[in-house]
């Protein structure tokens, strides 16, 4: 068990909270909440990065926005969007690693990054079977290049002091991120410095949720990367493990990851666990030795809300099951793609994905909702069209009617 040593998180949205004043219960009038968003999964083989690729091979050039792109307005929608990054970053592309042979190893470009910041996403855990790919340089990269777009990140650290969980505010909720994995797939880290990832130890997570209620955090998120690759039930060690850390009552939620594969939703101990949210961004798909729905993933929507004593709840989750294009590597959202002319080729496939996703959701009884598309779609000449704003103004032009616009951070000008 390695005891709390770390003050704050890193990044420029972390907040100091234990120099905040704690936060009274509330008047019924003016409970806060916050909604959060978050995905399985960022794999970054050989293919997810040619899919990226902008240039000749051998370049630096890449762009994965595109990848990304179809499932934005869900994580830019979201007050909170989490990541889960399984993969390193070189921090210019001059250390790239994609070794599938044995225990793989992967380190992608730095673009990732900049990708995951560009669609909404505010935070990434690290802890993962992958994270030591490419040993303490590797962590310290990947660390280096998500300070860089401003992402909060936590379950690696370069230093003791970096260990801990990320506290961050969101819509002034004090939250706590803490992200553990089961292993790194045999390669054992330094004896000298374990803290360069976290590993999982039921005690430890415990002591952080610990030290995070300790400096102020009011609700606390426990990012996992745990279970048995490519099957679809929790196996015992998750549940145990879940058991444990819902009975605390500096645990609030369990996102889980690692699997592959879409696993089921559940509450225990009153907390809402996710137990695998399958893939949001890989070349994986179902095949020999994987089975069925391999590489299937969904983003889970939630609502945090404060209760008039000052405790948070979660309310009931809602879902957009995903599906990766093997022939672009585009994440896209099932429900919207069907809805708006998908491929016919690929039409079969989505509906089979997301029938099954559905259906691993709802093993241990829950019963899914799932979401709509949270922005209006937009037909230019009776087909799907994209409006994408810049960073700086932008000029749009409306029609005689009613129009619906979604600003993206400049100054927007809309004339009617």
Sequence with gaps: MRLPTRRAAVAAAILLAALLPAAPGRASGN????????????????????????????????????????????????????????????????TLLYDESGWPRFSGPYQVAAALAAVGYDACSLASNHAWDRGRAGIAETIEVLDRYAIVHTGTARTPEERLPALLEVNGV???????????????????????????????????????????????????????????????PQEQVAAVLTASPDVDLILGHHTHMVQPITRMNGKLVVYGMGDLLSDIHGGPGRGAGAGDGFLIHLTVTEQPGGSFTVDDPAVTPIWVDPATLRVLPIDHTLANGADPTLAPRLDSSRALTLERLGLLGWEVTVTPTPWPPLLCRGRPATIVGTAGPDVLVGTPGDDVIAGRGGNDLILG
């Design 31 to 94: 409970l806060r909440s916050f909604t959060l968003n978050a995905g399985g999964d960022i794999l970054l083989q050989a293919a997810v990065a040619a899919a990226g690729a902008t240039g000749l091979p051998g370049t630096k050039a890449y762009d994965f926005v595109p990848l990304l792109r179809p499932i934005e307005p869900w994580i830019s929608d979201a007050d909170f969007a989490l990541c889960h990054l399984e993969s390193t970053l070189s921090a210019d592309n001059t």
């Design 174 to 236: 004090r939250v706590a991120l803490i992200s553990y994995s089961t292993g790194t797939n045999f390669r054992p880290l330094p004896s000298d410095a374990p803290w360069v990832m976290n590993v999982m130890d039921t005690a430890a997570i415990l002591a952080d949720a610990r030290w995070a209620r300790e400096q102020g955090a009011e609700f606390t998120i426990v990012s996992l990367h745990w279970g048995t690759p490519y099957q679809v039930r929790p196996d015992a």
